[in-house]
């Protein structure tokens, strides 16, 4: 199996065990979804005069980018990590700590630079909801990619 299909198969794992960790996290607290991915694409509609539509139909298409945008960054995270892992076999602190990183680094440095949010102001609870998922996609996709090198 070629090493980018293997990158793209550990991204959607990593995605989904992400994906799982962020809705437990918020059954746990009670909390609500982020609106951050929303900003994002309403910024990046703006940057790119691209129009979504109006009222209901703007509100839908935001919050569907916005998921999609983060499976389109679990899928880059996991793809660089591939490369960029080529030949080797990181040990899975290694691995799993890099997958992490691309992870929020592929999300959190996009959503700064739209100015839809700010790392440097975030409460130390903010940090754990954040980090607590991208761990778990760091593990997940550090395991699926490893498993398909067998």
Do not use: F
């Not at 959607?12 to 059954?27: E, F, K, Q, W």
């Not at 679990?74 to 691995?95: E, H, I, K, T």
């Not at 700064?112 to 909801?129: F, Q």
């Amino acid at each position: 199996m070629h090493t980018l299909v293997k990158g793209l198969i550990a991204g959607a794992a990593g995605t989904s065990a992400l994906n799982i960790a962020t809705y437990l996290d918020m059954v746990i607290r009670a909390r609500a979804a982020s609106s951050t991915p929303q900003q994002a694409v309403e910024k990046l509609s703006d940057l790119t005069d691209v129009g979504l539509g109006d009222g209901e139909q703007a509100e839908n298409r935001k919050q569907a980018l916005g998921s999609l945008l983060g499976y389109a960054t679990g899928a880059g995270a996991a793809l660089c990590y591939a490369l960029l892992a080529a030949g080797r076999r990181p040990s899975w602190p290694v691995g799993v700590s890099a997958l992490t990183a691309l992870a929020m680094a592929g999300s959190n440095v996009p959503l700064t630079a739209l100015g839809a949010t700010d790392p440097r102001e975030w409460p130390p609870s903010a940090w754990i909801s954040d980090a607590l998922p991208h761990l778990a996609y760091g593990i997940t996709a550090y395991a699926a990619y490893e498993l398909l090198r067998c």
